[in-house]
């Protein structure tokens, strides 16, 4: 294995970047950051192929502006062809610990990885962009599981750019529909350890900015891409600029530091719609500080990212039209 990629030197040679891009294969198509990704690769003039399980589970995404490929990263014979033609691959998989076999993950989002990018190199695809979690030191397996995805696509695949963000804000996602429900639901909260420690979000058009802005920057193949707002905050501070957002006081809390992630998952389990099996890898997370270290990489875009205020605005009043267009009660 080549090693670690590095923010500035090392990693595969670099090439030129991709200045006539036709055509891109976005792998976790139907996920929140893949669903937006598409969406703007196609207002871009790229035209997409996008890696999906099944053709029959593609809600949320512009079948008729794009090109289906059905295949499984976990059985490679059926991810033939679908790098045929292809100028730059997405691959934004990640299991959040979902699955029967969710306690082997690791092993089993590494064979994914190998798969993929071999399927690259096979079939001729210049460039792999894989979009990662931030944290030097991860203490969570699933921020580990990340690196090691990311290794394992350089070492078997195309040249890499390697794009490194920390929670993902957007009406969409898991992270924010874990903030939003917290705050609308509960009189107060319980406090753990890791409500305090420093994370660095991002928004959703921000994130794809950069993912899209990726394959014309000659400069980012070969190294990692740490991206964040200009704001770094504890989880606790996020919870009371959620309430805010949506129009409450932010909620008292009530200390509780040996509250492991494990019953803090159950508890967000019980307490929202977010699944505990998603929520604990979204609260192993923040056990680790998430923020940006080198900004090189994320200044070689044009890219300005915007606060977190302004993010949880976007994405509250995104909710709220959503819930108008489907007869729904807005819930203030």
Known sequence: MRGALSSVDGGPEPRSGIPDL??????????????????????????????????????????????????????PDTLVGAGEDVDVAYY??????????AG?????E??????????????????????????DRPGSKHLRSRRGTALALQEHGPPLTYVRAGMVV??????YRTLRHLVARLPFMIAPRWLSTPTQPIDIDDVVAYLAAAPYI?????REIQIGSPDVL??????????????????PKLPVPLLTPWLSSLWIGLVTPVDAAVARPLIEGLSTETVVTDASGGALFDVE??????SLRKAVAAERRAEGRAGEPVRR
Request: hydrophobic letters at 40%; one cysteine or more; charged letters at 30%.
């Open 22 to 75: 036709v055509r891109a294969l976005v792998a976790g198509a139907t996920g929140f950051i893949g669903q937006a990704l598409c969406e703007r690769l196609r207002s871009d003039g790229v035209d997409v192929r996008a890696l999906v399980r099944s053709a029959t589970r593609t809600r949320g995404l512009p079948v008729d502006d794009l090109e289906l490929h059905e295949g499984d990263v976990l059985e």
């Open 92 to 101: 934004l998989v990640h299991s959040m610990g979902r699955g029967a076999d």
């Open 104 to 108: 082997d993950f690791e092993a089993r």
């Open 110 to 135: 590494l064979r994914a990885a190998q798969a993929f990018a071999g399927m690259c190199t096979r079939e001729g695809v210049e460039r792999v962009i894989y979009l990662g979690g931030l944290g």
């Open 170 to 175: 957007g009406a969409g996602s898991e992270s």
């Open 218 to 222: 000659e400069a980012s193949t070969g």
């Open 234 to 251: 504890a989880y606790g501070e996020m919870l009371d600029r959620m309430a805010l957002a949506l129009g409450k006081r932010p909620r």
């Open 305 to 310: 990212p915007i606060g977190f205020d302004e």
